[in-house]
């Protein structure tokens, strides 16, 4: 079992930063990749960004290439989102999830955290 807590989120400028955190714990041995997701209010959640453990691949959604960068501490078990130029339209609850490596499907998530971006 891997737990997983975000933290970092708040409310942010049009065109500022935040960076959030992700912290897992358990079984984070069997830890294939971690990614971001986000559901912003009457959407569906959608991917945002991932890092494969061992290789430190990075994937990322054409909607935040550029100005979203994620990045890991493989020694902290932990995952940054570092978030630059925010728009209104990156206002969701972030989630950051886990895939283990039986898998390599997302089955650990967090609780989210809310980031807010205004005018």
């Known amino acids: 079992q891997v737990q997983v807590e975000e933290s970092g989120g708040g409310l942010v400028q049009a065109g500022g930063s935040l960076r959030l955190s992700c912290v897992a714990s358990g079984r984070t041995f069997s830890t294939y990749a971690v990614g971001w997701f986000r559901q912003a209010p009457g959407k569906a959640r959608e991917f945002v960004a991932q890092i494969t453990w061992s290789t430190d691949r990075t994937y990322y959604a054409d909607s935040v290439k550029g100005r979203f960068a994620i990045s890991g501490d493989n020694a902290r078990n932990t995952v940054y989102l570092q978030m630059n130029s925010l728009k209104i339209e990156d206002t969701a609850v972030y989630y950051c999830?886990?895939?283990?490596?039986?898998?390599?499907?997302?089955?650990?998530w967090g609780q989210g955290t809310q980031v807010t971006v205004s005018s």
């Open positions: 999830a886990v895939a283990g490596v039986s898998n390599q499907q997302f089955d650990y």
